[in-house]
């Protein structure tokens, strides 16, 4: 990235960034002596949780961490307990969001080191995801799919961790040998929003499924989920159903879901 570039993208960022500090100042007004209340955002990316964040940014008494937030994640990853329970007790802020998309395959694990955080899962349809993820990063998604189906699974780290059999065969019985990148994205998709049913997310009391298109159409995060509101949270009348994945066939492409 040359100079003009950098340049450019500091000045676009600079409201931001003064608008970031100017609420965690405001922010101080509610003191610390007072019960936080954390969060996470989950799903596969390129779902829209980018946007979800910025809409929850949005209320005075957050306190925002994407997956790139130094001081809550390593290489994209959530940092311990510790620290996370660190941050959350330093902010004046009520409400800390954090957006562990790379760890929704512990999803579980974090809501029970964390008893009272609310968990947002975040699914798009699966054709506008393996468009954007396959333009964004090629092969990549591909390689992990082909890494879970030949057993492969410590390669890759977080993509291929905690992938349920159920899941591996499904994958193995789809794959072929010339896969495309973007059939390889929709794959990809499929593996990623397996765990909100593999993990019984579906049937969690604390964790909304958000849909990224009513978010687009204007629904707001709180009732995008379709549910009616307890806790802070928008709560479903019933159990939500897992995303339905594509349907992939043995020769000529993936068809729609």
Not at 21 to 36: E, I
Not at 80 to 106: G, H, M
Not at 121 to 134: E, I, L, M, Q
Request: aromatic share 10%; glycine share 8%; charged share 25%.
């Amino acid at each position: 990235m040359n100079l003009a570039d950098r340049v450019k993208g500091w000045r676009e960022a600079a409201p931001r960034f003064l608008e970031r500090q100017a609420k965690s100042a405001s922010q101080v007004r509610f003191g610390w002596d007072h019960p936080k209340r954390t969060s996470f955002v989950f799903g596969c990316q390129r779902s829209g949780t980018k946007m979800l964040m910025r809409i929850l940014d949005n209320s005075p008494e957050t306190r925002i961490y994407h997956e790139n937030h130094a001081s809550a994640f390593r290489d994209f990853q959530l940092r311990s307990d510790a620290v996370i329970r660190a941050l959350a007790a330093s902010s004046p802020a009520p409400a800390q969001v954090f957006k562990p998309i790379c760890d929704s395959q512990r999803a579980d694990e974090l809501l029970a080191a964390f008893p009272h955080a609310r968990g947002l899962w975040t699914y798009r349809h699966c054709d506008d995801v393996a468009n954007s993820a396959w333009q964004k990063w090629g092969a990549h998604q591909r390689e992990v799919i082909t890494a879970v189906v030949t057993g492969d699974l410590a390669r890759w780290g977080w993509r291929t961790a905690r992938v349920a059999p159920r899941v591996v065969d499904d994958l193995r019985r789809v794959w072929r040998a010339d896969l495309s990148d973007h059939e390889g994205a929709l794959l990809f998709w499929y593996l990623r929003n397996s765990f909100y049913g593999e993990l019984s997310l579906n049937t969690h009391p604390r964790v909304l499924l958000v849909k990224y298109e009513r978010l687009v159409q204007g629904g707001r995060a709180a009732d995008a989920g379709g549910g009616r509101r307890r806790g802070g949270l928008a709560r479903r009348s019933g159990p939500a159903r897992a995303p339905r994945p594509p349907r992939v066939t043995l020769r000529g492409g993936v068809q729609r879901g």
